[in-house]
């Protein structure tokens, strides 16, 4: 597994996955241009979840490139990476229950898990301290009350009825992934490297 992560510093692999991630995370704020236009203004920042956490690996990745370490963002993008990218890929299967898959979703599938993937490959090169994983946390945490508590979550018509359901699982899911940061981030004894 380590050469592994020795890999992931590589800078062309960084310009790969960059190259990857903009098209991604601009695909993402298009996917959500329907809902957007009908969501009110000050609950827009919440809304695009996925793609939001995808803008910030992109912002992570810029900064490794530049051999810079910015921890908040760092943090915001392995907490959102992982829980949305988890997300959306149980949503996506219990699509397939209730309503049957077809090629779209294989692909939303493939695509948010590797969004969780990529974030805790990365996360022996980031330097994240507390403070940044208790402002992810925060942000997290709010972002699931607007999305069940003023129904602004991610719209999965055929999923409506389990909305809930849904809810408390997304509110566990965030603690799972601020948990998951902690220990592979901020946790004395975790395996830390440099960018080459």
């Known amino acids: 597994m380590k ?6 510093g590589q800078r062309w692999v960084l310009w790969i996955l960059l190259l990857i991630n903009i098209p991604g995370t601009i695909y993402g704020y ?3 241009e329907s809902q957007l236009n009908i ?5 827009l920042i919440f809304v695009p979840d996925s793609p939001t956490a995808s803008l910030f690996f992109c912002f992570v ?8 370490n910015w921890p908040l963002i ?22 397939y229950f209730v309503d049957g898959f077809n090629i779209y979703g294989y692909m939303l ?6 969004m969780a993937i990529q974030g805790l490959l990365y996360a022996p090169y980031y330097r994240i301290k507390p403070i940044h994983l208790m402002i992810a946390a925060v942000w997290t945490l709010h972002n699931d009350v607007i999305d069940y508590v003023f129904f602004m979550m991610p719209r999965y018509s055929v999923l409506d009825q389990y909305i809930p359901q849904i809810g408390y699982f997304t509110f566990w899911l965030s603690m799972v992934s601020i948990l998951i940061t902690y220990l592979l981030c901020i946790k004395k004894d975790r395996y830390q490297l440099e960018l080459q």
């Open 3 to 8: 050469w592994i992560t020795y890999l992931m």
């Open 30 to 32: 298009v996917w959500y």
């Open 39 to 43: 969501t009110p203004p000050k609950f």
């Open 61 to 68: 990745l810029i900064a490794f490139l530049l051999r810079r």
């Open 74 to 95: 760092e943090a915001l993008a392995i907490v959102t990476l992982f829980k949305y990218g988890i997300w959306a890929v149980v949503m996506n299967i219990l699509t």
């Open 109 to 114: 599938i493939f695509s948010h898990l590797g």
